[in-house]
């Protein structure tokens, strides 16, 4: 706990400074030029209190985190509202996303990596390797573009984007519906988020499969199937559920970009516009809240290995 504690407060640190050595003028960015050049200095001196410029860095970081210790985020300088409020609603639609597209790509992922590293240098393998090595290469907001132009403009079959219809009021918008504007987005996200896994488990799989008990067990005769559930299973899916959680951070990246392309209203479009409009409070939160997700999802990627595979809990105990 000590040690992500002390994490935390790295990253807040590193993302406070980073955010105050931002070139972006706060006023010229949300309030414009021309209104600017039409106000008076009594007018402009209550926006620069109003969004904190001037105040000594220190002083503004330290007010910051003994209220962020406190619980309180402080209020949103673009959406006028408790930073809570807004996280809320934000992250319930980012977490929808990501969860489906997380799951996808760490099954997808492990599935072709142990085909491809039992089938070392046939066809499944290549097809496998090829599909990682492109998709590894391609921006995602590119993926996102393509898809956006196939399946929703040529073909018309989903939705261009946001994450409910348009028209359609809170309480007339279903699951079914939030499902439907998030295939897209979650697919993009599941396509770039499989090669990762499935390369990892490829090669950890081929190390598996020339060791001594995997050739003692063919020579049993054992069948593939027996020979990956009995001996393969365990050994490739603690590295690889390791990987999955770790990337976690990976997705949230990805969602970034793909909810701006997919115009979806999330954790990372609400980034996205808190560092163009130097919204500090609610970037600073939405920073905080996604290191969390990171370093969580370690910490239970951790403890699960040992569930997993008994010989490192116990070894450890022996410790």
Not at 110 to 133: H, P, Q, S
Not at 145 to 173: C, D, R, T, Y
Request: with cysteine; aromatic share 10%; proline share 4%.
């Amino acid at each position: 706990m000590i040690k992500m504690f002390l994490l935390l407060l790295a990253v807040s640190i590193a993302a406070f400074a980073l955010m105050t050595a931002s070139p972006v003028d706060p006023l010229q960015a949300n309030v414009g030029q021309t209104a600017l050049g039409s106000m008076s200095p009594e007018q402009i001196q209550k926006l620069e209190e109003y969004w904190g410029v001037g105040q000594p860095p220190v002083q503004r970081y330290m007010a910051w985190l003994k209220d962020f210790i406190r619980g309180d985020m402080g209020v949103s300088l673009l959406y006028r509202q408790d930073v809570t409020k807004v996280i809320a609603v934000k992250l319930a639609n980012s977490l929808f996303l990501m969860i489906i597209a997380w799951v996808m790509s760490g099954l997808l992922g492990f599935i072709l990596g142990a085909l491809a590293g039992m089938n070392r240098g046939k066809l499944i393998d290549k097809v496998v390797r090829g599909y990682c090595l492109l998709i590894s290469s391609t921006p995602a907001f590119w993926i996102a573009m393509l898809f956006l132009i196939i399946f929703g403009v040529w073909l018309k079959i989903l939705p261009i984007g946001l994450s409910v219809p348009i028209g359609v009021e809170a309480s007339g918008v279903t699951f079914l519906d939030r499902v439907y504007h998030a295939i897209l987005p979650a697919f993009t996200l599941s396509i770039t988020g499989i090669s990762n896994i499935a390369m990892h488990t490829r090669e950890k799989m081929i190390d598996i499969c020339e060791s001594d008990y995997m050739l003692f067990a063919k020579a049993r005769g054992e069948s593939t199937w027996e020979i990956f559930k009995n001996h393969g299973f365990r050994n490739v899916l603690a590295p690889a559920m390791t990987l999955q959680f770790a990337s976690i951070s990976e997705i949230f990246g990805g969602s970034v970009l793909v909810e701006q392309v997919f115009s979806y209203p999330g954790l990372g479009q609400a980034a996205v516009s808190a560092g163009l409009g130097s919204d500090m409070p609610l970037l600073m939160a939405i920073t905080m809240i996604s290191a969390l997700l990171v370093f969580g999802g370690n910490l239970i990627a951790n403890l699960l290995y040992g569930v997993i595979d008994p010989r490192i809990r116990r070894g450890g105990a022996v410790r």
